[in-house]
């Protein structure tokens, strides 16, 4: 009967194991900031914040057949909220 009880528990034991289960990853989140040049965009500063476009502006929308280019997400959808309230100054 130990003997039973024995490898009873070791075989319990054997199919118990971690190994190889490791838990599940999540993508890392793709955080490369893409940097406009200034040659890209239609504008010369953020219409916003009043940020040099040569200072390479991260964020762009496309508005009324321009591209326009943002210092961050900030400021584009402070734009995107009132775009007629920003004077935008092209090139």
């Known amino acids: ?3 039973l009880l024995f490898l009873g528990i070791l075989g319990i034991a054997a199919c118990h ?3 190889g289960t490791a838990p599940p990853t999540t993508p890392a989140k793709d955080t490369t900031v893409k940097i406009y040049p200034a040659s890209l965009l239609d504008n010369k500063k953020d219409p916003v914040c009043g940020m040099p476009a ?9 508005y009324n057949g321009k591209v326009i280019g943002f210092c961050s997400d900030a400021c584009r959808d402070d734009f995107l909220k009132n775009p007629k309230a920003y004077a935008i100054e092209y090139k």
Do not use: V
């Open 17 to 19: 194991t971690d190994e």
């Open 54 to 62: 040569g200072s390479g502006l991260e964020d762009t929308i496309h």
């Open 1 to 3: 009967m130990k003997k």
